[in-house]
């Protein structure tokens, strides 16, 4: 069943990336384009675990897995729709009220509905809990003000799930916290896209100035938001996404090499091979232990950190067996060189650093 | 049956195995107590056929015993006895009480029913009842009685383990059948499967001496445990354990029908490169006591050390995987790495 569906999508893929070169596919889930994300809503591709009566398909995360690691192996621009299928929709699904679960999941599953996260604030990185920006309550609602930043993708996204404080401070330093859905097109809101070193614009700071939000725009209980955020990343800790960003580079890097490898060429793509087909059975198991109902942060932090710190050596790998300088106006696999070798340093930062992940499994180990 | 089967086998394991028993075994002791308390819980002849009397387990129940062996260091070669009954069983033969292991390294031809040649590094030679080994052209399995061996030198790998060289001079095949369907005619990749297990047991448990240690050594006042250094580090060889465990029992499970390329050489290199990682952390981790020959730490690292470089090394394996990988194209990447169970014909055959 799974493997139809496999089958099913590659199919697709083949006839609608046939124009899109090998550096475009290196931007995997970065790689915006919105009339692609409706597409594949239209094939019920996205949400697609969600009941029906949502937009969704009832499919088994499995299913859902396939048809991911397949778009991201493939280079597929999938970023508009990307945060709200993996976190946003799931998150919705087990926190949210009925109403905001007939409001939103719909325009997710047709991919026209797109998410960003609000959470990290610039004096707020890897101490999530120290955030600052803050919704308070008034006789309607909440009055929401703060500031976010390297929020993917918030200049072209409807909505912003964020992460705000309710309640004061205490000792507690994990308490008082709760999640919002904000609509991005709400006055007070300012998003202004921040250039990463190559030049592009995926992330943004997004300040809020007395934006005013309705209590059905509170997601699950006041106060508990940081249970439900970190029950969130394990989701944005374990996908695909976590092993096959070089995945284009990978694949150039073999058709550069050829059929007859020299023995260190031979070694490095085997180990690499070796670590993708393991590090995906890892995704996988951790896929199946959410598809439970369990809340597997310490394997979703091992999956990250292997995957991450893989993807990082690929473009490290490539200048060891290959001699080839890497150049944005070279060949396909001189211009994905370039271009994931940039990219490689954000792999451990987004989603948790890796010093962060490792304290989580210290903590598993009751070191700390 | 597998929970059965690791609480029978960690029972047996913890009482029995002990550091002394290892170095005792080290010296030169066969570990009779150990191995008859082995064969009558019936965990010798676990993943033997119940037609030929065996337990009948999958051979993915079967990891779990092998992993159990990796972790408490086994002095005797249990799991290549595990190995070797799977495979007579496969070959419909009756398992064989005793002590018995693949020889993966052989030049044996056999004419007439008697077989001739030198057989390496195999564990415990010079205990074994049989063995079982191959004979090419055509390819067939072939099992011989260790007692009418014409010669055995007594040779160790790194971590003192018996591996003997046993040759033998026209002595009387015990039997000679075709290889088991799904067995490639070299036993290396169901080697490198064994050792990948016993690899991800000995992680563990290395993982485990290492966290406790950290949580009692006190310097600058505190458990070293509580220093973000150690605790990252350690984290480091959680992650690499895990990943080891994981792709170990992937490639038993594969393996059920055929034996599965993919995933063994996966496990392997995987394995290889924990060991590496995780042994120098534990080292590092313990200081001093753990370099002493008192300290059971060396158990485990000196096995990691030596398992990791036989039936096929990281290098090895890597190479092979890598050839198979260019000779097939980008293209045929990433459908490698999503169909699960068959190995690529390419990987069975293609040797370095």
Not at chain 1, 150 to 179: D, P, V
Not at chain 2, 130 to 146: E, G, K, N, Q
Not at chain 2, 212 to 232: C, D, L, M, N
Request: proline fraction near 5%; hydrophobic fraction near 45%.
């Amino acid at each position: 069943m799974a493997e139809e569906l496999r089958q099913e999508v590659r199919a697709f893929l083949v006839d609608a990336l046939v124009d899109l070169p090998p550096v475009r596919r290196a931007d995997s889930w970065m790689g915006f384009d919105a009339q692609f994300s409706r597409r594949l809503g239209e094939r019920g591709w996205i949400g697609m675990t969600l009941p029906e009566r949502y937009g969704g398909r009832q499919a088994s995360a499995f299913a859902r897995y396939v048809v991911i690691e397949e778009l991201l192996a493939a280079g597929a621009p999938v970023s508009a729709h990307w945060i709200a299928d993996r976190q946003s929709a799931p998150m919705l699904l087990r926190y949210g009220s009925e109403a905001q679960k007939e409001r939103f999941l719909p325009g997710i599953c047709r991919g026209e509905s797109y998410f960003c996260i609000g959470m990290s604030e610039p004096g707020s990185g890897s101490d999530l809990a120290s955030i600052s920006t803050r919704a308070r309550r008034n006789a309607t609602g909440w009055i929401l003000n703060g500031r976010k930043v390297w929020t993917t993708n918030a200049h072209r996204s409807h909505f912003m799930i964020t992460l705000a404080r309710t309640q004061e401070k205490t000792t507690e330093r994990h308490r008082g916290m709760s999640q919002f859905i904000v609509d991005l097109k709400r006055p007070g809101i300012s998003v202004r896209p921040i250039r990463d070193l190559t030049g592009d614009e995926h992330f943004n700071e997004v300040v809020f100035d007395n934006v005013e939000l309705s209590d059905d725009e509170l997601v699950g209980a006041e106060g508990e938001g940081w249970a439900q955020v970190t029950a969130e990343l394990a989701y944005e800790r374990s996908g695909p996404e976590r092993i096959l960003s070089c995945m284009a580079l990978v694949n150039t890097l073999i058709d550069r090499v050829g059929r007859s490898p020299d023995a260190l060429q031979a070694r490095e793509l085997g180990r690499v091979a070796a670590r993708l087909f393991t590090l995906r059975n890892m995704s996988i198991a951790v896929t199946a232990q959410l598809q439970a109902g369990e809340n597997p942060a310490v394997a979703a932090a091992c999956v990250k950190d292997l995957g991450v710190t893989l993807e990082q050596e690929i473009p490290e790998i490539a200048q060891a067996i290959d001699q080839m300088e890497p150049s944005s106006q070279g060949s396909d696999y001189a211009k994905v060189l370039a271009h994931l070798t940039q990219l490689a340093p954000s792999f451990s930062l987004r989603g948790g650093t890796r010093e962060i992940l490792r304290g989580i499994i210290a903590r598993s180990l009751e070191l700390r | 049956m597998r929970d059965l089967f690791e609480t029978t086998i960690e029972r047996i394991f913890s009482d029995l195995v002990s550091p002394a028993l290892i170095h005792r075994c080290a010296a030169g002791v066969w570990p009779s107590e150990l191995w008859s308390t082995l064969e009558e819980a019936e965990m010798t002849s676990a993943a033997v056929p119940e037609v030929f009397g065996g337990a009948g387990a999958t051979w993915e129940d079967t990891f779990t015993l092998v992993r159990a062996a990796g972790a408490h260091a086994v002095p005797a070669p249990f799991a290549d006895t595990l190995l070797a009954n799977w495979l007579l069983g496969r070959a419909g033969l009756q398992p064989t009480r005793g002590p018995l292991a693949i020889a993966a390294h052989s030049q044996l031809t056999c004419v007439n029913g008697h077989a001739s040649g030198r057989l390496e590094k195999v564990p415990w030679g010079r205990d074994l009842k049989r063995i079982v080994a191959f004979v090419t052209d055509p390819a067939r399995l072939i099992v011989l009685d260790t007692a009418s061996a014409a010669q055995l030198e007594r040779r160790t790998n790194l971590a003192g383990e018996p591996r003997d060289t046993v040759v033998f001079d026209s002595a009387p095949a015990i039997h000679v059948e075709p290889l088991p369907s799904g067995v490639p005619p070299d036993f290396l990749l169901c080697g490198a499967m064994l050792r990948s297990a016993q690899m991800a047991g000995a992680l563990q448990s290395l993982l485990q001496m290492t966290t406790g240690y950290a949580t009692e050594r006190v310097q600058f006042g505190k458990p070293i445990g509580h220093f973000q250094v150690i605790q990252q580090q350690i984290a480091v060889m959680a992650e690499h354990s895990a990943c080891s465990l994981l792709a170990a029992e992937a490639a038993f499970a594969e393996s059920a029908s055929d034996i599965a390329a993919l995933p063994i050489m996966a496990a392997k290199i995987c394995a290889g490169e924990a060991a590496s990682m995780c042994a120098s952390t534990a080292h590092a981790v313990h200081g001093a006591i753990g370099f002493t020959e008192e300290h059971s730490l060396h158990l485990k690292t000196r096995r990691l050390w030596a398992w990791r470089a036989e039936y096929g090394s990281q290098a090895y394996w890597s190479q092979r995987l890598g050839q198979t990988v260019c000779e097939s194209g980008s293209r045929a990447l990433w459908p490698m790495l999503t169909q699960t169970a068959k190995p690529t014909t390419a990987a069975t055959e293609t040797r370095s």
